[in-house]
C-alpha cells in the first residue's frame, strides 16, 4: 500500500493531467447532443459526389424558413387582436366629473365674462344642467363605442380588432373606435360647433377633459396570443412526401434547390430516427471516440512542442476550459434556432491564446476546438472554412498585443473576412445575389463587436491563471511605475545598470528567440532588492569610500546576496507577476559571491567557511529569458570595471564570463542551445563595444603611416 501511496505522490502532477483530459472528454460527451450524423457530405450548387442516393424510408419534405414565414405572415392577416370592455370605466369617470364639473361652474359663474351675460337665476341653473348634460352624453357615446388602449397595440396597424363585451365578442374597425387623442378632438370639434358663444370656452378649457379620456377598451393579451398561437399551430411544417426507395441524387447531379431541401429533411428525419433508436448509446460512443482523438492530438501537440504548457498545471487547465466553453456555447446555439451559430466570437481563442502562450499553440489549439464544434455545426464544411479563415487573418492582424485600438482593427478585419468568405460561399451555392441571407451580415458584425470585449477577458485570465501578456509587460516596462520610481529615487546607478542589462537581453532574445518584451521588463525590475541597502552596490557609490571595508566578508556577502530575497519581497509586496519574480530569483542563480568568498578564505585559511553565506539562493535560470539575463547582468556589470575597454578586452572578458557560467552548469535547466550561447557572446561583445566607444588598436607601422 505505501508503494502505491509512494507512487502517487510521485506522479500527482501527471495524474492531475489525466485527470483533466478524462474530466474534459466526459463534460464534451454531454454536451454533444444525442443524434446521429447523417453519412453525406454536401452543398447547394455542388454536384452529389457519392453514391446514388435512394430513399431510404418514407419522409416528408420540410418547408424552408421562408416558406413558413409566409404562411405566417398570411395567417396573421386575418388576425386580429382582441380587447377587452371594462365598463366600469365610465362609472368612475362620470362620478369623478359631476364632482368636479360643479366646482368648475361655481368659480366659472363667479367671472367677469359669465357676469356680463347678465343671466336670471333661474336661466343660470338651465345653462349649468344644460351643459352638464351635454358633456355627459357626449363622454357616455365615447364611451359606448370604446376608448382603444392605444399605448399597448402590440401589432401592426390592424384595420379591426375584437370587442369583447360579456365574454362575447365581435370584429370592428379600428376607425370606428375612439383612441384618447381622437377623442379629446372630437369633443373639441364638438363644443365648437355646438356653442357659439365663446365666454364658454373658457369655462371648458378650465374642464381639462382630457383628464376624462381614459381608455375602456383593454389589450387583452393572454386571449391575443392564446388565438395567435392556436393559428400559428395549424400551419403545416411540412409540404410533399417521398416514398421510400425513391431515387434522390445520381453522382454527379448538381444540387439544386429542390434536392437540396429534399437531402435536408432526410438528414433531419435520419439523426432524428437514429437518435431515438436503441443505438443510441452507440452514437454516444462512436462521439466520445471522436473527441478523445481531438484530444489526444493536443495532448501530442504539446507534448512534443510545448511541453512546458502541458506540465503547467494552470495553462492546460486553461485551455481545456476554454475549448469546453466553445463547444458548450455551440450545443446551446444549435438547441435555439432563433440564435445563429455565427455570433459566438470563436476568433476569440485565437486571440486571447495569441496574446497569453505563442502564435502556434493558438492556431493548433483554435484548430482542435473547431474541429470539436464542427461536428455539431450546421454546414460543418463552410463553418470550418469560415472560422479557420477569419482565425488566421486575427492572428496575422494581431502580432503583438499593446493597445485596445488594435483589437478594434481586428474585429474588422474579422468582420470583413467572414463577410467575404460567406459571400464567395454564397454566391457559389445559390448561383444569385438575391438568395443570399443578408442577416448573416448582422451575426457577422455582432461577432466583431463581441470580440473587442477580449481585451478585458485577457485581464481576467491573467489573473485567474497566472498569464502575463505583452499588453501588462508594456505597463510594467513604464518607468513611471512605482517601484520603478522609485528605484531611480533611490539606487539611480542600480536602475542605469538594469537599463543596460534590458537592452542587451533584448537584443540577443530577438536574435536567438524568444520573449523580447518579457526579457526587458524582467531585466528592470532584477535588481529592485537593491533599494534596500543600495551604498553596499559599486554602481550606487558617489565616493572613494566603500562601506564594505568596515565590514567582514561574511556579513559583506551577506548583504550582497539578500538583495535577491528583498527584490522577491518587494515584487510580492507589489503584486509582481510570478514572471518577473523568476527574473528576481534567477539572474544570479545559485552562485557565488566569489570576491568575498575568496577573500574570506585567504584571510581565514584555517576556518571553515559557511558556503550558504557566500552562495545567492536561487534557483539557476529555467528559461531562455532568464539564461540571457544572467550573462546580461555579469557581463555589464564586470564590464564597467575594465581599466582597457578595447574590442579585444571586451570579447575576452565576455567570452570569459559567460564561459565560467557554463562551466557552473548554470543553464543546465534553461532551453538554450550551444549555438544560442555562441550567438548572445557575439551580440554582446559588439554591443559593448558600441557603447563604450571601443577603437581598434592599430599595430605602430599603420600609426606611423
Not at 276 to 304: D, E, T
Amino acid at each position: 500500500m505505501k508503494k502505491y501511496i509512494r507512487w502517487i505522490r510521485q506522479n500527482i502532477n501527471a495524474i492531475y493531467r489525466v485527470l483533466l483530459f478524462i474530466i474534459t472528454l466526459g463534460i464534451l460527451s454531454l454536451i454533444y447532443p444525442n443524434i446521429g450524423n447523417f453519412r453525406y457530405e454536401f452543398q447547394k450548387g455542388k454536384p452529389w459526389m457519392h453514391e446514388t442516393l435512394i430513399a431510404p424510408f418514407d419522409f416528408a419534405i420540410h418547408k424552408t424558413e421562408a416558406e413558413l414565414n409566409e404562411n405566417r405572415d398570411s395567417l396573421l392577416a386575418n388576425y386580429y387582436p382582441y380587447y377587452q370592455f371594462k365598463p366600469e370605466v365610465l362609472k368612475k369617470i362620470k362620478t369623478k366629473f359631476n364632482s368636479n364639473f360643479n366646482k368648475k361652474w361655481t368659480v366659472y359663474s363667479q367671472t367677469e365674462n359669465f357676469k356680463r351675460l347678465n343671466y336670471s337665476k333661474a336661466k343660470i341653473a338651465i345653462e349649468k344642467k344644460r351643459l352638464h348634460l351635454y358633456f355627459q352624453d357626449i363622454i357616455s357615446g365615447i364611451y359606448d363605442i370604446g376608448i382603444l388602449e392605444a399605448s399597448n397595440t402590440k401589432f401592426k396597424s390592424p384595420d379591426k380588432v375584437n370587442r369583447t363585451v360579456n365574454n362575447v365578442s365581435e370584429k370592428v374597425e379600428t376607425k370606428s373606435l375612439y383612441t384618447p387623442r381622437i377623442a379629446y378632438e372630437f369633443i373639441s370639434n364638438s363644443l365648437k360647433n355646438d356653442f357659439k358663444n365663446k365666454s364658454y370656452h373658457i369655462f371648458f378649457q378650465n374642464l381639462n377633459l382630457d383628464t376624462y379620456l381614459t381608455p375602456n377598451l383593454i389589450y387583452n393579451e393572454k386571449m391575443s396570443e392564446k388565438v395567435k398561437n392556436s393559428m400559428l399551430s395549424n400551419i403545416s411544417l411540412t409540404k410533399g412526401l417521398i416514398k421510400a426507395d425513391t431515387r434522390i441524387a445520381l453522382i454527379g447531379d448538381v444540387i439544386d434547390d429542390d434536392t437540396f431541401r429534399i437531402l435536408e429533411s432526410l438528414k433531419s428525419e435520419y439523426e432524428s430516427i437514429l437518435g431515438s433508436s436503441q443505438s443510441h448509446y452507440l452514437i454516444m460512443g462512436g462521439q466520445s471516440l471522436l473527441i478523445l482523438a481531438c484530444l489526444v492530438l493536443l495532448f501530442l501537440y504539446l507534448r512534443n512542442f510545448r511541453l512546458q504548457i502541458l506540465e503547467d498545471n494552470k495553462k492546460l487547465l486553461f485551455i481545456l476550459l476554454l475549448i469546453t466553453l466553445f463547444v458548450g456555447l455551440s450545443s446551446l446555439a444549435i438547441k435555439f434556432p432563433n440564435i445563429n451559430i455565427y455570433i459566438i466570437p470563436f476568433v476569440l481563442i485565437p486571440v486571447v491564446l495569441r496574446t497569453l502562450l505563442d502564435s502556434r499553440s493558438a492556431l493548433f489549439i483554435y484548430i482542435i476546438a473547431l474541429l470539436l464544434c464542427g461536428f455539431l455545426a450546421p454546414n460543418s464544411f463552410e463553418f470550418l472554412f469560415l472560422q479557420l479563415s477569419a482565425g488566421i487573418m486575427a492572428i496575422y492582424s494581431l502580432p503583438q498585443l499593446e493597445r485596445r485600438g488594435q483589437l478594434v482593427v481586428t474585429a474588422i478585419i474579422t468582420f470583413f473576412t467572414y463577410s467575404i468568405v460567406y459571400f464567395a460561399f454564397a454566391i457559389t451555392q445559390e448561383g444569385s445575389v438575391q438568395e443570399i441571407e443578408w442577416t448573416n451580415f448582422m451575426w457577422f458584425a455582432i461577432n466583431g463587436l463581441l470580440l473587442t470585449f477580449s481585451y478585458s477577458l485577457i485581464y481576467i485570465f491573467e489573473k485567474l491563471f497566472g498569464f502575463i501578456s505583452d499588453v501588462t509587460l508594456i505597463e510594467l516596462a513604464n518607468q513611471n511605475h512605482p517601484i520603478l520610481r522609485k528605484l531611480i529615487q533611490h539606487s539611480p546607478g542600480t536602475f542605469q545598470h538594469s537599463l543596460t542589462v534590458s537592452n542587451l537581453a533584448e537584443a540577443a532574445i530577438n536574435e536567438i528567440g524568444g520573449n523580447p518584451l518579457l526579457v526587458r521588463t524582467g531585466a528592470l525590475y532584477h535588481d529592485i532588492g537593491k533599494m534596500k541597502n543600495p551604498i553596499y552596490f559599486i554602481e550606487n557609490q558617489m565616493t572613494n569610500r566603500n562601506p564594505h571595508d568596515s565590514l567582514e566578508f561574511d556579513k559583506s556577502a551577506q548583504i550582497i546576496t539578500d538583495h535577491v530575497k528583498y527584490g522577491v519581497k518587494i515584487a510580492k509586496k507589489h503584486k509582481l507577476p510570478q514572471q518577473i519574480i523568476d527574473f528576481i530569483e534567477t539572474h544570479h542563480g545559485s552562485g557565488r559571491v566569489q570576491y568575498f568568498y575568496t577573500s574570506f578564505k585567504n584571510k581565514y585559511p584555517d576556518k571553515e567557511i559557511d558556503e550558504e553565506k557566500f552562495t545567492y539562493p536561487g534557483p539557476d535560470p529555467f528559461s531562455k529569458e532568464t539564461a540571457v539575463l544572467m550573462m546580461a547582468d555579469s557581463v555589464e556589470a564586470a564590464s564597467r570595471s575594465l581599466k582597457e575597454k578595447t574590442p579585444k578586452t571586451i570579447e575576452n572578458l565576455v567570452v570569459s564570463l559567460i564561459n565560467k557560467q557554463i562551466s557552473e552548469n548554470r543553464f543546465e535547466m534553461a532551453d538554450i542551445s550551444f549555438k544560442n550561447i555562441h550567438q548572445v557572446k557575439q551580440i554582446f561583445t559588439q554591443m559593448l563595444i558600441n557603447i563604450y566607444h571601443a577603437r581598434i588598436e592599430y599595430p605602430e607601422e599603420i600609426k606611423r603611416d
